[in-house]
């Protein structure tokens, strides 16, 4: 069973600019989660969407957005980048959503590693 | 509010040693999760353990066990006989309630020498 596959591995862009990550969840999860960790923030959480539905969202600014598609991928899209959205972005899914009262744990990616110039 | 402290920034072991990691939480909710991740050079944060509020009894997988005590908000990793291979960072995270997101804490290097 394929695990969660993020692309790219690897992203430089210019400040100013705007980036989009792909996330395809492991088959048969509709839920998906994302995350940005830094050496200074470590790992925060950005949003989940299931269903198509974003759930719940981080304290991030709304440059930061996303979207699930209906065979449960994901992209999340980061606008008019800064400096300090350098960072590693992790995708997480989940079969039914939540890792809360559902207790359904995260499988994570590799994520996309952004640097921004 | 919400929140992990990993207290152990970086530890350094020689390869067989046991070793603990240090996990403290702070929640008010009754029903909540605990995780812990271990996250090598490739990046990803791999699924080590998943134990609910209600379940404080001890587990063991091998060389890893966990110590889980509500009185003390304490979730404890132990390894056992370390290898070179434990060599990662290892997030301890608790899940909110109500979104299911996850609150990590900062991180535990483990650095093993052979």
């Known amino acids: 069973k394929a695990g969660v596959t993020q692309t790219p591995r690897y992203l430089i862009k210019t400040r100013g600019q705007q980036v989009t990550l792909s996330c395809s969840p492991i088959?048969?999860?509709?839920?998906v989660s994302w995350y940005q960790q830094t050496p200074g923030q470590g790992l925060q959480f950005l949003f989940e969407y299931f269903s198509e539905t974003q759930r719940n969202k981080g304290n991030f600014p709304g440059r930061f957005s996303g979207r699930q598609f209906s065979n449960s991928r994901s992209e999340m899209n980061v606008s008019t980048l800064e400096l300090g959205d350098s960072a590693l972005y992790l995708c997480?899914?989940?079969?039914?959503?939540?890792?809360?009262?559902?207790?359904?744990?995260?499988?994570f990616g590799q994520g996309t590693r952004l640097t921004v110039v | 509010a919400q929140k992990v402290t990993q207290a152990q920034t970086e530890i350094s072991v020689v390869e067989k040693e046991d070793v603990t990691l240090d996990c403290v939480y702070e929640t008010r909710d009754t029903t909540y999760y605990l995780f812990w991740y271990k996250q090598p050079p490739s990046g990803e944060l791999v699924f080590l353990i998943r134990?609910?509020?209600?379940?404080?009894q001890n587990e063991i997988s091998g060389r890893y066990s966990w110590n889980f005590q509500k009185s003390t908000s304490s979730f404890n990793f132990t390894i056992t006989a370390s290898q070179v291979v434990d060599s990662a960072v290892y997030f301890c995270?608790?899940?909110?309630?109500?979104?299911?997101?996850?609150?990590f804490g900062q991180g535990t290097t483990l650095q093993v020498k052979p």
């Open positions: 997480a899914s989940s079969r039914r959503g939540g890792t809360g009262k559902k207790g359904t744990e995260a499988f």
């Open positions: 088959s048969g999860h509709r839920s």
């Open positions: 995270a608790l899940s909110e309630g109500n979104t299911g997101k996850l609150i």
């Open positions: 134990r609910n509020s209600f379940d404080e």
